[in-house]
């Protein structure tokens, strides 16, 4: 019995509580709600951006006027097919083309901002105006790149693999600095998988025929041992492809003298004789009854200096050899010298 009354007697107290309540709620001023501040301008975070078909960015609303108004906008785009936008300023661009994507303010319609999109076709392939060429030391030309297909972006860059023997700037331009080979590789900015490349050939420049004093056939032969120096082995296995005519190229000690040859005279072409009054620095004198060649580095009197080629399965500068002691072993000179 003293339950069931307990029990009575907490439902009303809590009808009480429940009523008291509704009544004071009733009576409660009412909360007064603010009315959003109206947005006068708006700014995105782009103006203007480029995208390739595939990509996306996000715009956002970057500032607000006044401060303290909403920076809830609404996005819409003028060409579904280039580019779409969602609810959250997501652009996704579609095709190659240009659209326009606006935002306006949610409270004050009037209030717009846009960002114009241009739309590019993804690279698929580069083409150069040449896939080899060959220079001349000093020479250049002008790389040039088409991108394909022609809606995609057609920005390129240039790299040389070594830059001592050729080098390009960032319009295509290439110049050959010194003899020997290396690849010019252009690669799409835009999709940097895709590449081409193109083979350089540098050979050695034509010596004007005005500047061949011996001083300077001799500084341009000197200039060689840095790469065939002192005691470098050079057999009759070693073969060189000489530019002086006559022959087509040389083994062992001929193929070294012919490539001292090209190092002074470029691409002019020899003759050969016998005279051996008129030898000079930078001929080639065949000597040891024609089993022997040697290129002249000076001529001192009756004394010759020279570099030779597989002098003991080597290569050796400055020997010296008496001219009317060896005299009688010459069998012919090829010089280069035009007159």
């Given at each position: ?26 009576y ?63 652009v ?14 949610k409270?004050?319609?009037?209030v717009t ?23 001349k ?11 394909s ?8 860059t ?36 895709v ?55 040389g083994?062992?000690?001929a ?27 930078g ?12 290129i ?33 072993s ?10």
């Amino acid at each position: 019995m003293k339950r069931q009354q307990f029990r009575n007697f907490k439902k009303v107290v809590a009808a009480f509580i429940i009523l008291a309540l509704v009544v004071t709620g009733l009576y409660m001023n009412p909360v007064e709600t603010q009315a959003a501040v109206k947005a006068t301008k708006i700014t995105l975070n782009a103006k203007s951006r480029e995208l390739t078909v595939g990509k996306s960015i996000t715009l956002k609303v970057k500032s607000v006027t006044p401060k303290n108004a909403s920076k809830a906008v609404t996005w819409k785009t003028s060409n579904k097919k280039v580019a779409t936008v969602n609810s959250k300023g997501k652009v996704t661009a579609k095709k190659a083309g240009s659209a326009t994507i606006t935002a306006v303010s949610k409270t004050n319609k009037k209030v717009t901002a846009t960002c114009k999109i241009k739309v590019y076709a993804k690279v698929n392939k580069i083409t150069l105006n040449y896939t080899s060429k060959k220079l001349k030391e000093g020479e250049s030309f002008t790389l040039k790149a088409t991108v394909s297909p022609k809606k995609a972006k057609q920005d390129v860059t240039y790299r040389s693999a070594d830059t001592t023997v050729a080098t390009v700037n960032s319009n295509g331009k290439v110049t050959a600095k010194k003899t020997g080979s290396t690849t010019i590789t252009v690669t799409s900015k835009d999709n940097n998988k895709v590449s081409t490349t193109c083979k350089i050939t540098v050979q050695q420049a034509a010596v004007p025929t005005g500047t061949l004093t011996p001083k300077k056939v001799y500084a341009s032969i000197i200039a060689m041992k840095s790469k065939y120096p002192e005691g470098m082995p050079w057999t009759n296995d070693n073969f060189y492809a000489w530019k002086g005519g006559i022959y087509y190229g040389g083994y062992g000690c001929a193929g070294f003298a012919f490539a001292m040859s090209d190092a002074a005279f470029g691409e002019l072409p020899a003759k050969k004789h016998t005279d051996f009054s008129k030898i000079r620095v930078g001929d080639i004198l065949r000597i040891n009854n024609d089993t022997h060649s040697v290129i002249i580095l000076a001529i001192d009197g009756d004394t010759l200096t020279i570099a030779e080629g597989n002098f003991n399965s080597s290569i050796h500068w400055g020997r010296k050899l008496s001219i009317s002691e060896s005299k009688s072993s010459w069998t012919y000179v090829l010089t280069r010298y035009p007159d």
